[in-house]
Every structure is written in C-alpha cells, then in structure tokens.
C-alpha cells in the first residue's frame, strides 16, 4: 500500500524553531573512503542512524574488502547511489579483483562513461554489461599501476574524487589532469580539502592536479551538519512569515561542503545568514529580489530547495545550469515541473533554462505530489505545504539523506499520514 503524508501551514505568525540536521554524506562518504584507504577500521558506530548513503558505502567498502580477501567475482548493488558507484568503484579498482557494480533501474539511466574511461586508463578491463556508457559495469584490475591520468569531468565530478583519494596511496603518488567541461567543481574542492585535513599532501595548478604518496595518517571520522539538507530549510524559511528564524544545529560556514552556497543563494530570497557558535541562524529579513539570474552548473543539489522557495514566492528570475538534472536520482527538472504545474506556479522552460514568474493558476486543493523516489524531490514538494495543504505520495525516500527530515520538518508545519 503507498504511504502519503498530509503536510499543512501550522500557523501565520513569526516562528522560532532549532533544527537537528543529519551529517554531511558528502563528507562522511570521502572518510569512509580514506579510512579504508588507511587500512583504519571502522566501527558501526560511525554510521549509526546515518543517512541511507552512508550506510550503502560503509557496507560497499566491506563487500571489496573481503571480495580481496577471498579472490572472487562479486557482485555490488549500489541501489540509487551514483556517489556510492562511481567512488567506490574506483576504490575496487584500486584494491584489485573482478566486480560487476550495479544498482535500480534509476541508477542504470545515470552516465558512467567518464568513470568506465578513467579505469581502463589506469590499467583495468571494464565492461558495460548492458548499455554502453551506463550501468551495470564489470571491472577487472590488478589494482593501480599508474603515475599520470587524463580524466573528463563533463558528466560528474565524483569519479575524479575517487581517483584523487586513492592517488595519496598508490606508489609515487598521482598527477591528474582535467579535461574540457567541469560539473560541480567545489566538490573537488571539497574532496582535495578534506585529503590535506587527512595529512596527504596535494598541490593545484589549473585542471592539473599533484597528489603526493602520503596515505592519510591523520585521518579522523567527522560529522558535521549537512549544508544540502540545510538548504530546504533556508527554502522553508522564504515561506514563513517575516521575522521567523531558524537555528540550523552543527552547520559549519566554513565547511568546504559544495552547497555552502546555499547561503548566498537564499540570500536573494531575503534570508539573511549569522553564524552563531557551532550552529547557523538564519533569519527572513525581507522580500525576494526580483529578475536575478541564479546557475547551478556547480550546485545542482540546491536547484530543488531554491526553485521551490523562488516559485512559491512569486518571485520572477532566470535559473541555469540545470543539464544535469535529468541525470539524478530521478529527472529533477521535468519532475519539478510537473509538480510547480500542480501548485499552480506558472513558468516557461525553454531547453535547460528555466524562468519563474509571478501570480499562480487555480489547483485542486489540496494537489497531490510525487517524490518519484527522489529523496530530494519529495523534501521540495513538503515546502508547499507551508503554503497550503499537500498530499505527498511515498514521502519516506527522504531516508537517503536526511532520515529524520519530517520529525525536523514538523516543528514548523503540521504532518500527518492518511
């Protein structure tokens, strides 16, 4: 039987609420990855109560770890996690053995081109098992013999993180290089940044990137507050009455998280951000700007929240960079569109740029919305109940990244099944 959830406005009047956000799989993910790198154990502990990814890429990483130890074919199921795939099948790589890496039919939809290019340079046999360019993917490696490596980034950026974290363990380090389109670039950044934290030693000049032989002798489990699931917040909070704040619980400023933009971005939906300790408050100060431009080409992750918030605020601008939405866990773009239809916010979409408008088109009341299994579609359709009331159908995909998401999200609307 489909679950639905009722989401309505729980009251009109300036609004205080602290919210425990979930840790940064983002992060959590790359030290899973240096841990086992290290050959540092890591203990269930680490990842209790985690989001859906994390867990995933906690049990990946023993799968490939005993997969060497007993020289057999394995076969990985990545569910929807395209992070999970494409950095841990280069960790598999690394490691040595035969892999057939797979997951949803979701999954098989996302490209792997660019990954399945960059493991055959570094001296393993891939195959597509099904359709050239995407999942399932079966791997053969020796392990990395390899010095020098040119890699495409125009798909994702998660592949070059993978090889990155594994050049500070292969003899004599790495030197990679970058070529042509790069999507989501900060998470390179964030990945080269969390390496240094580690102890590795890495230089940048460009594209063209040296990764030092150093392992990750400082290498420490971290959890900090997650700036992707902060970033529907923000967005819940362009939709509260004026003078509402929000307390966003262990989310670092200075994180090197990609989607740290977020409070830039909300800024020009009259959000105005304050650190405060360990924490981030967040206030609505002011009303929308209006005919900005706004790309997502380095933040696709915060598109949802964003054009949910800006749609529901009547707020006319340009928003760009969206290519690669159509490639997530579901189609976002088209997704999202299909659901602003039925909220009655009007829109004109010409190729991959979208432009928002004012007033809204008469709705059934309450519109019943779908997440499509896309943890990220179903918390942007939950904003629209801070406007009205929403039937959400299979509300519980959030678990991917944010478990706790309606138990937050209910401080500052009402939530109940039926």
């Known amino acids: 039987m489909e679950e639905r959830i009722l ?14 956000l979930p840790a940064s799989k983002s992060v959590l993910n790359r030290h899973l990855l240096m841990a086992a790198l290290q050959g540092v154990p890591v203990s269930e502990e680490h990842i209790e109560n985690q989001a859906d990814d994390v867990r995933l890429m906690y049990s990946v990483i023993k799968q490939i770890d005993e997969a060497c130890e007993t020289g057999r074919m394995t076969e990985i199921g990545c569910q929807n996690a395209a992070t999970v795939f494409r950095m841990a099948s280069v960790y598999a790589a690394y490691r040595g053995g035969d892999y057939s890496f797979t997951g949803t039919e979701a999954l098989k939809r996302r490209p792997v081109g660019e990954l399945a290019a960059g493991l055959s340079d570094a001296g393993a046999l891939v195959a597509f098992r099904e359709s ?5 993917l079966f791997i053969h490696s020796g392990g990395f013999n390899i010095s020098n490596l040119v890699l495409k980034a125009s798909e994702s950026s998660q592949h070059v993180s993978g090889f990155l974290l594994a050049g500070a363990c292969i003899q004599g380090g790495l030197t990679l290089e970058i070529k042509g389109l790069m999507v989501s670039e900060p998470y390179i950044n964030l990945t080269l940044r969390m390496m240094q934290e580690a102890g590795a030693m890495t230089q940048r ?14 290498i420490s489990i971290r959890k900090e507050g997650d700036w992707s699931s902060a970033a529907f917040f923000y967005a819940a909070l362009c939709l509260m009455p004026e003078g509402s704040s929000l307390l966003l619980k262990n989310l670092r400023r200075d994180s090197g998280q990609a989607d740290e933009e977020a409070a830039g971005l909300f800024g020009l939906l009259g ?3 304050q650190t405060t300790g360990n924490d981030v408050l967040i206030t609505r100060q002011h009303d929308p700007k209006k005919g900005f431009n706004a790309d997502f080409t380095n933040c696709p992750d915060l598109f949802n929240a964003f054009a949910t918030a800006a749609a529901l605020r009547q707020t006319p601008c340009t928003l760009t960079g969206l290519r690669h939405l159509r490639f997530k866990e579901s189609d976002r773009l088209t997704n999202l569109l299909r659901g602003l239809d039925a909220m009655g916010c009007p829109f004109h979409q010409e190729g ?9 088109h008469k709705v059934s009341d309450p519109p019943g919305l779908n997440s499509t299994n896309d943890h990220r579609m179903a918390m942007s359709f939950a904003l629209a109940g801070l406007r009205h009331p929403v039937i959400l159908h299979n ?5 991917k990244s944010f478990p706790g998401f309606y138990p937050e999200f209910s401080k500052i609307a009402d939530i109940k099944a039926i």
């Open 205 to 218: 000049a460009g594209n063209r990137i040296r990764v030092e032989e150093t392992g990750y002798p400082a």
């Open 271 to 273: 959000i105005e951000t």
């Open 352 to 360: 991959d740029v979208l432009q928002l408008a004012e007033g809204y």
């Open 132 to 136: 050239a360019g995407y999942p399932p």
């Open 395 to 399: 509300p519980y995909v959030v678990s």
């Open 7 to 20: 989401i309505s406005p729980k009251r009109q009047v300036p609004v205080y609420a602290e919210i425990c």
